[in-house]
């Protein structure tokens, strides 16, 4: 069957949101949560449709779009230990969201994630800069 416009455009939008999730944004972005929030009234509307997709279909993209709201709730946390703990909750899809990706992009956005908080909680304890974490100096021995 033919996806629908409003299923090719959730996929669209959908595709550009992780992307823009895999990417460093600045603190003060409001796109992505104002496009999380349009693929959540798509998803309605495409659920409401007579001739909507498969359920399994349904339940992938709702899987993706549950994981970009709980992804963009756990940034707004204060601490470093707080988002890696609401990060570790988080599933991502287990699906591409397109032909062309070889592993799903919810997958990458969760790994870098994970890999950017387990960082800053590294900084926030060891009380280091990120890039000078690497770079330890030796203590003088006593002769």
Request: charge should be positive; aromatic fraction near 4%; hydrophobic fraction near 35%.
């Amino acid at each position: 069957m033919a996806a629908s416009r409003l299923e090719l455009n959730l996929v669209r939008l959908l595709c550009r949101c992780e992307a823009m999730a895999a990417e460093k944004r600045d603190p003060d972005e409001w796109r992505l949560e104002k496009y999380v929030g349009a693929l959540e009234d798509m998803l309605q509307a495409l659920k409401a449709q007579a001739s909507k997709p498969a359920s399994e279909v349904i339940n992938d993209y709702s899987r993706k779009v549950d994981f970009l709201k709980g992804m963009l709730q756990a940034e707004k946390l204060t601490s470093s230990s707080e988002k890696a703990l609401a990060n570790q909750f988080l599933t991502p899809g287990r699906v591409p969201t397109t032909a062309r990706e070889r592993v799903p992009a919810t997958k990458t956005v969760h790994l870098q994630s994970r890999a950017r908080y387990t960082s800053e909680m590294r900084s926030e304890l060891l009380g280091m800069p990120e890039r000078d974490v690497r770079k330890r100096r030796r203590c003088p021995t006593h002769s």
